[in-house]
């Protein structure tokens, strides 16, 4: 079952513009997580936030999370064309079954252009 | 440095053939994870396996098998039974079985059919 709902599902923006995504989900949570790919390699861990908590920040990066709408957001401010990749939120909802294992969403694929 | 390492990066199957995807990690964790990712989309989960000698299917078990005698190896066999094999395949693994954790992931095997 699809978990997560990223939208949108690309983006393209100039350097030094802010990006946004969005992150919808089905289920109760307990956390969410949001990472990154790079084409063709493994996903990188970027953020981790918890049902109780509203917003967290990680150096150029802002997620939000509200539970009472199950959606979340990543904010990357002043971006550069390092930042070009696929971004992804994982649930680890439901909570109501033994699976010990995070849902994916299907991504946002960002590009930044210098 | 500690890691998840991936082998084959690039693997070709044949007709009625069954292949293994190797997983090591050297992070010593627990749980250890496969995905399936086909192209422009989200992850999909194979199997997992929180501890050694124990495994449970995930979403898309079918034409998969899998099997965990040792913490650090977690190796996935495409079986014959799998009609549509073709897709990047990723090794994932957590400190505990538990779903609060980051994620950290190998840098994938490409399968493509001959």
Redo the contacts between chains.
């Keep these: ?2 978990q ?1 709902e990223e939208d949108p599902q690309a983006l393209s923006i100039q350097e030094g513009e802010n990006a946004t995504m969005n992150c919808s989900y089905k289920t109760s949570i ?2 969410l ?1 949001w ?1 990154r790919q790079n084409s ?6 970027l953020i ?1 936030i ?1 049902s109780n908590e509203r917003e967290k920040h990680s150096g150029r990066l802002r997620v939000t999370l509200d539970t009472s709408k199950k959606s979340s957001s990543l904010l990357i401010t002043a971006s550069r064309a390092a930042d070009t990749a696929s971004y ?1 939120c ?1 649930t ?1 909802g439901p909570m109501d079954t033994g699976r ?8 946002t ?1 960002l590009q930044v252009q210098p | 440095d500690g890691g998840i390492t991936q082998s084959p990066k690039y693997l070709f199957r044949k007709e009625g053939q069954n292949v293994t995807l190797s997983c090591e990690q050297n992070l010593n964790h627990d749980a250890m994870y496969w995905y399936r990712q086909d192209p422009g989309q989200g992850l999909r989960l194979i199997y997992y396996s929180q501890i050694v000698n124990d495994f449970q299917k995930g979403d898309i078990a079918e034409g998969y098998s899998v099997s965990r005698e040792k913490k650090e190896s977690f190796p996935l066999t495409v079986t014959s039974a799998q009609k549509n094999p073709t897709a990047f395949y990723l090794c994932a693994s957590t400190r505990g079985a538990v779903r609060n954790q980051p994620q950290h992931f190998g840098d994938g095997t490409r399968l493509s059919i001959l």
């Design positions: 079952s699809q997560g307990n956390n997580q990472y063709g390699r493994g996903l990188v861990h981790l918890r992804f994982a680890d010990r294992a995070l849902t994916f969403g299907s991504g694929r």
